[in-house]
Protein backbone atom coordinates (compact mmCIF):
# COMPACT_ATOMS: atom_id res chain seq x y z
CA UNK A 1 0.00 0.00 0.00
CA UNK A 2 2.74 2.42 0.91
CA UNK A 3 4.49 1.94 -2.78
CA UNK A 4 0.75 2.61 -4.04
CA UNK A 5 0.32 5.99 -1.76
CA UNK A 6 3.63 7.51 -2.90
CA UNK A 7 2.74 6.92 -6.33
CA UNK A 8 -0.76 8.33 -5.85
CA UNK A 9 0.07 11.08 -3.62
CA UNK A 10 2.74 12.18 -6.22
CA UNK A 11 1.03 12.39 -9.22
CA UNK A 12 -1.96 14.86 -7.24
CA UNK A 13 0.87 17.27 -7.17
CA UNK A 14 0.24 17.60 -11.31
CA UNK A 15 -3.37 19.20 -10.24
CA UNK A 16 -3.08 23.13 -10.22
CA UNK A 17 -5.86 25.56 -9.26
CA UNK A 18 -8.36 26.35 -12.41
CA UNK A 19 -7.78 22.36 -13.59
CA UNK A 20 -10.77 20.28 -14.87
CA UNK A 21 -9.88 17.05 -13.49
CA UNK A 22 -10.72 13.55 -13.55
CA UNK A 23 -10.73 11.01 -10.66
CA UNK A 24 -9.85 7.84 -11.58
CA UNK A 25 -10.89 4.46 -10.04
CA UNK A 26 -9.28 1.87 -7.33
CA UNK A 27 -6.95 1.73 -4.48
CA UNK A 28 -4.28 3.67 -6.13
CA UNK A 29 -6.15 6.39 -7.43
CA UNK A 30 -7.70 6.96 -3.83
CA UNK A 31 -4.71 7.85 -2.27
CA UNK A 32 -4.47 10.95 -5.39
CA UNK A 33 -8.22 11.92 -4.30
CA UNK A 34 -7.40 11.84 -0.85
CA UNK A 35 -4.29 14.15 -1.28
CA UNK A 36 -6.80 15.99 -3.86
CA UNK A 37 -9.57 16.50 -1.16
CA UNK A 38 -6.49 17.75 1.13
CA UNK A 39 -5.63 20.44 -1.11
CA UNK A 40 -9.32 21.76 -1.76
CA UNK A 41 -9.85 22.24 2.06
CA UNK A 42 -6.68 23.93 1.94
CA UNK A 43 -7.53 26.00 -0.93
CA UNK A 44 -7.19 24.06 -4.50
CA UNK A 45 -9.49 25.43 -6.77
CA UNK A 46 -10.44 22.96 -9.41
CA UNK A 47 -13.89 20.99 -10.26
CA UNK A 48 -13.64 17.08 -11.54
CA UNK A 49 -15.23 14.40 -13.20
CA UNK A 50 -15.28 11.24 -11.09
CA UNK A 51 -14.79 7.64 -13.35
CA UNK A 52 -17.05 5.54 -11.10
CA UNK A 53 -19.96 5.78 -8.81
CA UNK A 54 -17.07 4.98 -5.65
CA UNK A 55 -15.28 7.97 -6.35
CA UNK A 56 -18.51 10.03 -6.47
CA UNK A 57 -19.19 8.76 -3.26
CA UNK A 58 -15.81 9.45 -1.99
CA UNK A 59 -14.81 12.97 -3.85
CA UNK A 60 -18.49 14.39 -2.41
CA UNK A 61 -17.50 13.28 0.81
CA UNK A 62 -13.95 14.77 0.34
CA UNK A 63 -15.24 18.26 -0.75
CA UNK A 64 -14.22 17.84 -3.95
CA UNK A 65 -16.43 19.90 -6.21
CA UNK A 66 -17.94 18.25 -9.10
CA UNK A 67 -19.10 18.93 -12.58
CA UNK A 68 -20.24 16.90 -15.87
CA UNK A 69 -19.94 16.34 -19.20
CA UNK A 70 -22.27 18.78 -20.33
CA UNK A 71 -20.74 21.49 -18.79
CA UNK A 72 -17.54 20.68 -18.75
CA UNK A 73 -16.50 18.62 -22.33
CA UNK A 74 -12.86 18.94 -22.02
CA UNK A 75 -10.60 18.09 -18.89
CA UNK A 76 -7.01 19.30 -18.73
CA UNK A 77 -5.79 16.49 -16.58
CA UNK A 78 -7.25 12.96 -15.23
CA UNK A 79 -5.10 10.46 -13.21
CA UNK A 80 -6.21 6.67 -12.98
CA UNK A 81 -4.96 3.64 -11.98
CA UNK A 82 -3.94 0.41 -14.21
CA UNK A 83 -3.62 -3.11 -13.64
CA UNK A 84 -0.92 -3.72 -16.62
CA UNK A 85 1.61 -1.36 -18.19
CA UNK A 86 3.73 -2.07 -20.95
CA UNK A 87 6.89 -0.34 -21.25
CA UNK A 88 5.22 1.99 -24.14
CA UNK A 89 2.69 2.61 -21.84
CA UNK A 90 -0.05 0.65 -23.47
CA UNK A 91 -2.47 -0.31 -20.57
CA UNK A 92 -4.93 -2.76 -18.98
CA UNK A 93 -8.21 -1.03 -16.95
CA UNK A 94 -10.58 -2.41 -15.42
CA UNK A 95 -10.00 -4.38 -12.58
CA UNK A 96 -12.43 -2.74 -10.11
CA UNK A 97 -15.29 -2.84 -13.23
CA UNK A 98 -14.83 0.49 -14.49
CA UNK A 99 -13.27 1.04 -17.31
CA UNK A 100 -15.77 2.09 -19.91
CA UNK A 101 -16.43 5.46 -17.09
CA UNK A 102 -12.38 5.44 -17.03
CA UNK A 103 -12.10 5.18 -20.70
CA UNK A 104 -14.99 8.02 -21.62
CA UNK A 105 -13.30 10.41 -18.96
CA UNK A 106 -9.60 9.55 -20.01
CA UNK A 107 -11.07 10.16 -23.78
CA UNK A 108 -11.69 14.06 -22.92
CA UNK A 109 -8.77 14.75 -20.86
CA UNK A 110 -6.15 16.75 -22.44
CA UNK A 111 -3.84 14.61 -20.67
CA UNK A 112 -3.72 11.18 -18.20
CA UNK A 113 -1.82 10.02 -15.93
CA UNK A 114 -1.43 6.78 -14.52
CA UNK A 115 -0.59 6.09 -10.86
CA UNK A 116 0.49 2.23 -10.07
CA UNK A 117 2.69 0.12 -7.39
CA UNK A 118 5.70 -1.70 -9.84
CA UNK A 119 3.96 -4.81 -9.54
CA UNK A 120 1.69 -3.81 -12.35
CA UNK A 121 4.74 -3.41 -14.47
CA UNK A 122 4.62 -6.24 -17.59
CA UNK A 123 6.86 -6.60 -21.36
CA UNK A 124 3.66 -7.48 -22.82
CA UNK A 125 0.10 -8.28 -22.36
CA UNK A 126 0.06 -11.61 -23.50
CA UNK A 127 -1.63 -13.98 -20.75
CA UNK A 128 -2.61 -11.29 -18.87
CA UNK A 129 -6.67 -10.75 -18.15
CA UNK A 130 -8.25 -8.09 -20.17
CA UNK A 131 -11.88 -6.87 -18.78
CA UNK A 132 -14.43 -6.33 -21.85
CA UNK A 133 -17.77 -4.76 -20.53
CA UNK A 134 -20.28 -5.88 -22.48
CA UNK A 135 -24.25 -6.00 -22.57
CA UNK A 136 -26.18 -8.08 -20.50
CA UNK A 137 -28.41 -9.48 -23.09
CA UNK A 138 -27.01 -12.15 -25.47
CA UNK A 139 -23.86 -12.24 -23.43
CA UNK A 140 -23.21 -15.74 -24.08
CA UNK A 141 -23.19 -15.18 -27.55
CA UNK A 142 -20.93 -12.02 -27.08
CA UNK A 143 -18.47 -14.75 -25.17
CA UNK A 144 -18.67 -17.14 -28.41
CA UNK A 145 -17.36 -13.90 -30.45
CA UNK A 146 -14.54 -13.11 -28.25
CA UNK A 147 -13.37 -16.95 -28.08
CA UNK A 148 -13.34 -16.77 -32.09
CA UNK A 149 -11.05 -14.09 -31.57
CA UNK A 150 -8.54 -16.37 -29.53
CA UNK A 151 -10.04 -15.52 -25.93
CA UNK A 152 -10.83 -17.47 -22.96
CA UNK A 153 -13.52 -15.65 -20.96
CA UNK A 154 -15.04 -15.79 -17.48
CA UNK A 155 -18.18 -13.78 -16.68
CA UNK A 156 -17.10 -11.91 -13.55
CA UNK A 157 -19.66 -12.67 -10.64
CA UNK A 158 -19.76 -10.88 -7.15
CA UNK A 159 -21.76 -12.90 -4.09
CA UNK A 160 -22.10 -15.70 -6.61
CA UNK A 161 -24.08 -13.22 -8.94
CA UNK A 162 -23.12 -11.66 -12.24
CA UNK A 163 -20.97 -8.42 -11.17
CA UNK A 164 -23.20 -4.94 -12.70
CA UNK A 165 -20.92 -2.25 -13.82
CA UNK A 166 -21.93 1.50 -13.08
CA UNK A 167 -23.31 1.46 -16.44
CA UNK A 168 -25.47 -2.15 -15.57
CA UNK A 169 -23.75 -4.16 -18.27
CA UNK A 170 -21.70 -7.61 -17.05
CA UNK A 171 -17.95 -7.83 -17.12
CA UNK A 172 -16.17 -10.85 -18.90
CA UNK A 173 -12.70 -10.88 -17.44
CA UNK A 174 -10.66 -12.50 -21.20
CA UNK A 175 -7.35 -13.63 -21.56
CA UNK A 176 -5.53 -14.10 -24.96
CA UNK A 177 -2.46 -15.83 -24.95
CA UNK A 178 -0.19 -13.83 -27.50
CA UNK A 179 -1.26 -10.39 -27.49
CA UNK A 180 1.10 -9.29 -30.47
CA UNK A 181 -0.50 -6.04 -31.09
CA UNK A 182 -2.68 -5.05 -28.44
CA UNK A 183 -4.05 -1.87 -30.86
CA UNK A 184 -5.79 -4.03 -32.73
CA UNK A 185 -7.58 -6.37 -30.39
CA UNK A 186 -8.72 -3.54 -28.66
CA UNK A 187 -9.88 -2.87 -32.38
CA UNK A 188 -11.38 -6.46 -32.66
CA UNK A 189 -12.97 -6.10 -29.37
CA UNK A 190 -14.41 -3.03 -30.08
CA UNK A 191 -15.92 -4.10 -33.38
CA UNK A 192 -17.67 -7.12 -32.05
CA UNK A 193 -21.41 -6.97 -31.39
CA UNK A 194 -22.62 -6.88 -27.93
CA UNK A 195 -19.10 -5.31 -26.37
CA UNK A 196 -19.38 -2.56 -24.74
CA UNK A 197 -15.56 -1.67 -24.57
CA UNK A 198 -12.35 -3.58 -23.33
CA UNK A 199 -9.86 -2.91 -20.48
CA UNK A 200 -7.25 -2.16 -23.28
CA UNK A 201 -6.25 1.79 -23.18
CA UNK A 202 -4.00 1.96 -26.15
CA UNK A 203 -2.10 5.16 -26.59
CA UNK A 204 -3.80 7.06 -23.80
CA UNK A 205 -1.39 7.45 -21.26
CA UNK A 206 1.36 10.06 -22.05
CA UNK A 207 2.72 9.56 -18.22
CA UNK A 208 2.93 7.11 -15.25
CA UNK A 209 4.19 7.21 -11.69
CA UNK A 210 5.09 4.25 -10.41
CA UNK A 211 5.58 3.27 -6.78
CA UNK A 212 8.51 1.67 -5.73
CA UNK A 213 10.37 0.63 -2.74
CA UNK A 214 12.95 3.67 -3.31
CA UNK A 215 10.40 6.27 -3.90
CA UNK A 216 8.33 7.10 -7.14
CA UNK A 217 9.89 6.86 -10.72
CA UNK A 218 8.29 8.85 -13.73
CA UNK A 219 7.91 6.77 -16.83
CA UNK A 220 7.36 8.43 -19.91
CA UNK A 221 5.56 7.34 -23.38
CA UNK A 222 8.55 6.60 -25.74
CA UNK A 223 9.00 9.79 -27.92
CA UNK A 224 7.05 12.56 -25.81
O1 LIG B 1 -9.09 0.20 -13.75
C1 LIG B 1 -9.37 0.26 -12.57
C2 LIG B 1 -10.75 0.13 -12.05
O2 LIG B 1 -11.64 -0.21 -13.08
C3 LIG B 1 -8.30 0.50 -11.57
O3 LIG B 1 -7.72 1.73 -11.81
C4 LIG B 1 -7.30 -0.62 -11.67
O4 LIG B 1 -7.99 -1.86 -11.47
C5 LIG B 1 -6.18 -0.49 -10.65
O5 LIG B 1 -6.68 -0.62 -9.37
P1 LIG B 1 -5.75 -0.58 -8.08
O6 LIG B 1 -5.09 0.76 -8.05
O7 LIG B 1 -6.72 -0.83 -6.95
O8 LIG B 1 -4.75 -1.71 -8.21
Not at 72 to 81: A, M, Q
Not at 126 to 152: D, M, N, Y
Request: proline share 4%; charged share 30%; aromatic share 6%.
Amino acid sequence: MEKKRIAGEEAAKRIQSGMRVGLGTGSTAYYTIVEVGKRVREGLDIVAIPTSRETERLARELGIPLTDFRSCPRLDLTIDGADAVTPDLQLIKGGGGALLREKLVASISDELIIVVDDSKLYDSLSGLAIPVEVVPFAWETTATRIEQLGGRWKLRERNGEAFITDNHNFILDTVFDEVADPADLARRLKLTTGVVDSGLFIDMAREVAVGTAAGVEWRKKPGV
